[in-house]
């Protein structure tokens, strides 16, 4: 019976090993297929111009990366949530340099982003100068107009205000970019194109704050956001086209610079006096901006000065109250003296 009983163990795995062997032939079968298929795909992709890609990223800080896509005109955020559970906008989540103990860096935020991309999408690279000035709550929108129930940003759920403040961002950006497209009389939308544009409302929307640091240097910016919309941070951007020829890109750029030496060349050959010092500078590392000599410029400078020497005064008016008061504290001190040498005598 024992010997049977074997025969019948030894005959069910012989059995489970054919069957198995099967099961890996038939799926091996269906992997080969399989890529094949993807193969085909790829090729057929490749001919037509619509290759895939993957975007991937690593992440510390409060850095972003966006999508552009032209062909659907969609900007998306392949970063969102790397501040999702930072509420004070002074803390980066992250930083790389040794900041804990021991030299150790910072890596609250460390997160790996990646997005399916291609050919002839836009990958924007920013830090949060840039994307900040796209954030609803600095530009001064409550959370009710961008369909959220709360009162106030810090009041509301932060997984539903990230991803209510990335479909605001997005749809803020498509419409920048399509209002400069048209003021452009342009077809389509380049890199450069989206970096000056975001550059260019960075400048505009935190204009009303730098107004107030030039004026009042020695005061801190109010925390009103509906009279100084915007932030003003570290504004730095990068942004490519996927698929491009890097080599042919790079000519592009060499020819675009030498246009605009040869401009600023002509410039100042046909006028060397000329005012127009932003155009001549324009392509160039350093951009100037001269501020034109308006009445507006005047009377700023005329309360400039008013007000450096209303310090002054204020200044020597505290040093005077200063040495009057050390002045009659010191005399206290001395009729303190007398009076106690006076008992000493009478004693």
């Not at 030299?103 to 291609?118: C, I, Q, T």
């Amino acid at each position: 019976r024992e010997r049977e009983r074997e025969k019948e163990k030894e005959k069910g795995r012989k059995g489970e090993r054919e069957r198995k062997g099967i099961e890996g032939e038939k799926k091996g079968e269906e992997e080969r297929k399989g890529e094949e298929e993807r193969k085909e795909e790829g090729e057929k992709k490749r001919e037509e111009g619509e290759e895939e890609y993957v975007f991937l990223c690593v992440n510390i800080g409060d850095c972003k990366a966006y999508l552009y896509r032209p062909k659907e005109h969609s900007w998306f955020d392949m970063s969102r949530g790397n501040r999702e559970d930072i509420s004070d906008p002074c803390d980066p989540g992250g930083r790389i340099g040794p900041y804990l103990d021991h030299g150790r860096p910072d890596v609250r935020n460390l997160a790996v982003f990646g997005a399916k991309a291609s050919k002839g999408d836009i990958v924007v690279l920013c830090s949060d100068g840039i994307h900040d000035n796209l954030d609803p709550e600095f530009l001064s929108f409550s959370p009710k107009e961008c369909n959220l129930d709360a009162e106030s940003w810090k009041e509301a759920d932060p997984v539903k205000a990230e991803a209510a403040k990335a479909k605001f961002s997005a749809q803020f950006v498509e419409e920048l970019l399509k209002q400069a497209m048209e003021t452009k009389g342009m077809s389509e939308v380049t890199p450069k194109l989206i970096a000056e544009v975001l550059v260019e409302h960075a400048e505009d929307v935190t204009e009303p704050g730098r107004e107030f640091m030039r004026e009042n240097p020695m005061m801190r910016l109010p925390n009103d956001y509906s009279k100084y919309p915007g932030k003003m941070d570290h504004t730095t951007l990068l942004c490519y086209r996927i698929g491009d020829d890097v080599e042919e890109v790079k000519r592009e750029m060499k020819e675009e610079k030498e246009k605009e030496k040869l401009k600023m060349k002509n410039l100042l050959v046909i006028d060397p006096s000329t005012d127009n010092w932003a155009e001549i500078f324009k392509g160039c590392v350093i951009q100037l901006k001269p501020q034109p000599i308006t009445p507006g410029l005047l009377e700023r400078k005329r309360k400039e000065k008013e007000r450096e020497e209303r310090l002054k005064r204020e200044d020597e008016e505290r040093a005077k109250r200063r040495r009057e008061e050390q002045q009659k504290e010191k005399g206290g001190k001395e009729k303190e003296k007398e009076k106690g040498k006076e008992k000493g005598k009478e004693k």
